[in-house]
């Protein structure tokens, strides 16, 4: 199946990313900040009755879309956030750099300007930090409450921020580098909270309580704020 699709507004063309899910129970139209316009098709349900529903919908997305913030790439001049304090990233020359390619610097991110493929760069740079921060904490908070954390991954998942295996594995966004530290702090206290308990129950947030403040501050935070960092990159 094709993954993508135009609609066409007012003589303005959506592009659409097309995509089937086995666990969507009806046709769902969402705005994601890098891949934008959205439709899930349940199975069983045809391609064309889908396109058909996003067809009815699709001055909603125009307008959606509209309000959507641009997306930031990692380019020369770009601003963007590290722990939550905005960093200006500026091309350099190698030499400036050593062996590094990436260095933060003073409120700038200095890249390498010789080489076309320091978004990339940039992206592991981001990567590194945030395996590191969150592993730091991670194994910090675990040894606090008589847990113990077996693998931690960093991804890029389009939806959640951190997750918890039932094996002891650890899953975090690298765009967490981004967020201010406590909601880092907050993240990690949620997963590995789950260590010990599997749910979001009561004990499950008395631990959570126990080990880091501002809770309901950094959930409205990543409510709020979170979705924009997928526009980064
Ligand atoms: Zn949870």
Known sequence: MGRRAELVVDGKVIDLDVRRSQRARRILLKIDPRLGAQLIIPRGVPREEALSFANEKSEWLRDRLAG?????????????????????????????????????????????????????????????????????????????????????????PRTRWGSCSSTGALSFSWRLFMAPEWVLDYVVAHEVAHLIEMNHGRSFWRLVNGLVGRIDEAKSWLRHSGPRLHRYG
């Open 68 to 156: 959507l913030p641009a997306p930031i790439p990692f380019c020369d001049g770009a601003i963007v956030p590290i722990l939550g304090r905005p960093h200006r990233i500026r091309h350099t020359t190698a030499t400036d750099l050593f062996h590094t390619r990436v260095r933060c610097e003073s409120g700038e991110l200095l890249t390498d300007c010789e080489r076309d493929d320091s978004a990339d760069k940039i992206r592991a740079w981001f990567r590194e930090n945030a395996r590191e921060a969150l592993s730091v904490r991670a194994r910090t908070a675990a040894g606090r409450i008589g847990a113990e954390v077996s693998r931690i991954t960093i991804r890029d």
